[in-house]
């Protein structure tokens, strides 16, 4: 099982997404992705990391036709460990970058939220929260993250319209920091994961943390509810139809 | 009594304010307007709901010179009515578009600001949270609606100026998402209403909520406290001979 | 001693930082600004303030030198004090105004981010919030500051990378008001003071604390802790070498 490919290059580690087609996200992948990401925070040798995907997609998101054969507390306890490790990733002690190397999309759009700056590739990759386009919720922590990196105005209008934005439209809002071509992404990426890689550990550790201690206790406050709310919504019956007209290989 | 002139067309119903050439608010018109959007919130038919006001105003906001007989008692109880009705408004289940048709002053930009979305007519309108310029003091809710709306720092210099903004000027701060003609501003509140009425229902409410809930949390927190402290301002001197010039009518 | 020059003209005090050539901040200088400041929140006389800095620094920050030479509980109960101060200025009942001079570093830019409108010289001078391109972590209150003046999101762009604004860029952030040459800093910060003069100030002070209120219970709540790690991390063996490299005069 490798979901995850970690490499490592100086003081820079790479993750890159690796499911599939679409890297799209189910439990053994999430806990996969977890230890990994655990295991890089306590790597002295790795001072910032990049967080990518492989092929056309950073991710679909949530594998839907496979969790619509579990069973709702098998989807719960999902939930739990995807929100928990979104969580975790948000205050991570290490600066994450993240590489959109393609379509960006939900579930996937809620990782690359909780990363410390998003570079996304120019042309057809698109990047959204659209679950409310097949009659979903979203979740607490991702709201959160959300407002946090483009405030509570474009937060909302992302979340009601469900757009799929370009990388461009998605730097106007805000949502990503950089755009780069398909063929500067990695080198750009690097770059500034370098730059980061420069700064105090401890000093920026610290600083991170300030800065997003109360939106990640917002986070934890409200996930347990909100879980409930989403699940509640998934398995209603118009939800579910167009669950089941979600095809992704 | 009819200060709020309510009709249906298919899944979106328009809310009109109607009161006097000005739309003023005053206790019966609140418990009237209160009392239709809760019938609005269970009637199943109605998807989304356009709130507009009759003739060349939105809304003046308070009615000043009839406010002037409450005695300090029937003001408080008035203030808690208002409060409690755009809180509710705020975090009403269902999409509310705002068709600024004119002037939105004051506690008629409050009810704005509660909103989903904000098209305002372009031309002599003008909108403004303008209480400081006549001594007033401005309400916890409106103040946590409007960061909401257009961040901490916008906020801060709509409320301390007090300016009046033409729609042109409330876009650029974020506190009007469209510009429309009047000739086009029914059609373009209903082409809005309508997009929000093909969402999911159940999604969208679950949603807005995760979006507002802790600005809601600190509104209703700080409440109590601001209504005392702005009843004394409205009270006091100065702020009472300003109040006695305002002439509506 | 006169660390600070206190004037009044009309209903405008102005207070001048004057300490060396580059107004760095040390625990008697933090004293003595508090209690000026505590006389102009009572002097009736008193409207508005403008508060800036004598030579070619608004200030400089914490006196880095002089620090090093203090114990740890010492250093410990300046900061205490410090964050005392800026929290008090943030939530101060009167507008001040911050004509920033010249550079505004570090414990300067917190000061600044106090006050409720900036203006700055154009030219050489620069604002930053830098600690971290000398290994500091900043203080929790200097957060919660700087998000209510330009967001979350750029405030994590200003803090990541340190960076040292002219003050243009500064204004494309949000972190200054108005640009200003230097010749007419002085005038147009007077009209800034002026016009917030003209306010009710119970209609100002109540309007300045609901705005505020939410963010200063954050520093509030977060600062004892932030301090403790402010000053493990300011002790560390690499960040001490930085300090020692830190030549003010």
New interface residues.
Partial sequence: MSFLHVSRDGEIATAILSRGKVNALNEPMVEEITRSFEDLATDNEVKSIIFTGSGKFFSFGFDVPEFLNYSKSDFIRYLEKFTNFYTYLFLFPK?IVAALNGHTIAGGCMLATAC??RLMVTGKAKIALN??TF??????GS??ML???????N???I???GTMYSAEEAFEL?LV?QVSSADALAEDARKVAQ??AK??S???R???H??R???SE?MIK?EKD?IL??V??WY?E??WENLKAIKIY
């Fill in positions: 600066p410390d700056f679950e409310i009659g979903s919720a979203v979740l607490a709201v959160e407002k946090y990196c483009v405030g509570s105005r937060a909302q209008s979340l009601y319209n805000g920091d730059e980061f700064k105090n401890s000093a920026f610290c600083t991170k300030l800065l201690k109360s939106a917002e409200r909100a709310d989403f509640d919504i209603s118009q939800t």
